[in-house]
Nanobody
Framework: QVQLVESGGGTVQAGGSLTLSCAAS????????MRWYRQVPGQSRELVAA???????NYAGSVKGRFTISRDTATNTVSLQMNALKPEDTAVYYC?????????????WGQGTQVTVSS
């Protein structure tokens, strides 16, 4: 099992910045990729940013140029630097890890952290 613990959420004014962090513990070896998702009540969870072991990243169009995902593979920590925040970025942000467990790929989720952007 892998445990993911997010931190760094909070309330910020539009135009401000926040950095989210996610620390993986437990059986965190063989993590293939880490991602950030977000979810607004009543809507489906959407991918915000992803990073693979080789460092390749991809972003949702709505955050490209404003958010940056990074990962420290030595500590299995992934961060999301969020700049120029907009009220529409308000959501619960979830950390996700994709791990190869020897026989199959498995999904692991954090508990989520609230980000609120006020106008």
């Amino acid at each position: 099992q892998v445990q993911l613990v997010e931190s760094g959420g909070g309330t910020v004014q539009a135009g401000g910045s926040l950095t989210l962090s996610c620390a993986a513990s437990g059986r965190s070896a063989n993590i293939q990729a880490m991602r950030w998702y977000r979810q607004v009540p009543g809507q489906s969870r959407e991918l915000v940013a992803a990073i693979k072991n080789d460092g390749a990243t991809n972003y949702a169009g709505s955050v490209k140029g404003r958010f940056t995902i990074s990962r420290d593979t030595a500590t299995n920590t992934v961060s999301l630097q969020m700049n120029a925040l907009k009220p529409e970025d308000t959501a619960v942000y979830y950390c996700y890890a994709l791990r190869f467990d020897g026989l199959s790929m498995n999904d692991y989720w954090g508990q989520g952290t609230q980000v609120t952007v006020s106008s």
